[in-house]
């Protein structure tokens, strides 16, 4: 029983570490633009950040993580869809100087 008891709370601390709303640090050094960026920066790629609460915020800062995971240091959203408690982000993860 107190193995069980373990094994749940390890994964319950697994589950929240990995949560890909919370800004990692990578995602933190991620500045979210407000316009297209000019030739000061360069493109490392597109990111889609997800949400299945229905929060714009939480799907912003997934995109902010997974473009920290690229080296990105500034992100242009394109496009935000909410359908229904799903929410995505579209964007472009960009390395300006």
Request: glycine share 16%.
């Given at each position: 029983m107190n193995k069980l008891i373990l094994l749940v709370a390890l994964m319950s601390?697994?589950?929240c570490?990995?949560?890909p709303a919370a800004l990692s640090d990578d995602?933190?050094?991620v500045q979210v633009l407000d316009s297209k960026p000019g030739t000061e920066c360069s493109v490392v790629g597109k990111v889609v950040g997800?949400?299945?609460q229905g929060s714009a915020d939480l799907a912003r800062n997934h995109a902010?993580?997974?473009a920290g995971k690229l080296r990105a240091n500034a992100l242009f959203i394109t496009q935000e869809v909410p359908n229904?408690?799903?929410v995505q982000i579209f964007a472009t993860a960009y390395q300006c100087e």
């Open positions: 601390l697994a589950a570490s990995s949560n995602g933190k050094e997800e949400n299945g902010r993580n997974l229904g408690q799903k």
